[in-house]
């Protein structure tokens, strides 16, 4: 698994690429991130070259997998913003409280075992006054397409590094302790419904 993990599925991610709809989705959302930027599942770097270098000072990526991040590695080198790499040691992420004013996810939270307490971890680290930029993809609001992403959910998680089909997106980010300010949502055409139902915003930290 450690093999297919590290090695087949990031260049299973390269063959697929960042199709055209999705990266004019990444286009609009990442260059909204300002000042500290700690980016969660970084993958192979697709998101650095949209950064704002005039909004931004710094990125953090976060990305476990050893495979995504030689990728990655070869994309900050093209890039003018500056970006350090953060291992994760465990489930807590590496970073003191209250030390980033933007957290960006871009088709991330589908893989994450504890969602929830990851996105718990994304509100500690936030300062007051900062947003989560997100785009996902997860459960449709149609029966029938529901039906068949409960069907393919194991399957497709096997073949797509533990992706799942079937979260319902702002229900888990609203249960991680933040309030959605901003959202689009709808198919990504022409990618088949079953795992193209998508919400890209903003969410801000919610009042305690």
């Known amino acids: 698994m450690s093999f297919y993990r590290?090695?087949?599925?990031?260049?299973?991610?390269?063959?697929?690429?960042?199709?055209?709809?999705?990266?004019?989705?990444?286009?609009?959302?990442?260059?909204?991130?300002?000042?500290?930027?700690?980016?969660?599942?970084?993958?192979?770097?697709?998101?650095?070259?949209h950064y704002d270098t005039s909004r931004v000072n710094k990125v953090y990526a976060l990305e476990p997998n050893r495979g995504m991040l030689r990728r990655a590695e070869e994309q900050r080198r093209?890039?003018?913003?500056?970006?350090?790499?953060?291992?994760?040691?465990?489930?807590?992420?590496?970073?003191?409280?209250?030390?980033?004013?933007?957290?960006v996810s871009t088709l991330t939270f589908c893989t994450i075992p504890g969602v929830v307490e990851a996105i718990r971890g994304i509100r500690r680290v936030l300062r007051p006054g900062g947003?989560?930029?997100?785009?996902?993809?997860?459960?449709?609001?149609?029966?029938?397409?529901?039906?068949?992403?409960?069907?393919?959910?194991?399957?497709?998680?096997?073949?797509?590094?533990?992706?799942h089909l079937t979260r319902d997106m702002p229900l888990l980010i609203e249960q991680g302790g933040l309030r959605i300010e901003k959202m689009e949502q709808g198919y990504i055409a022409p990618f088949p419904k079953t795992p193209s139902y998508c919400w890209w915003g903003e969410a801000v930290l919610q009042a305690t």
């Open 131 to 163: 947003r989560l930029i997100f785009f996902e993809h997860g459960l449709s609001p149609d029966a029938e397409v529901e039906r068949w992403q409960r069907r393919l959910d194991r399957v497709w998680g096997c073949a797509f590094g533990g992706c």
């Open 6 to 49: 590290e090695h087949v599925y990031p260049g299973l991610v390269d063959l697929l690429g960042n199709p055209g709809p999705i990266a004019e989705i990444r286009r609009r959302v990442v260059p909204l991130a300002t000042g500290d930027v700690l980016e969660i599942g970084a993958g192979s770097g697709v998101n650095f070259a």
């Open 78 to 103: 093209r890039v003018q913003v500056e970006i350090e790499f953060l291992d994760l040691p465990g489930e807590r992420i590496p970073l003191a409280d209250e030390s980033v004013d933007t957290v």
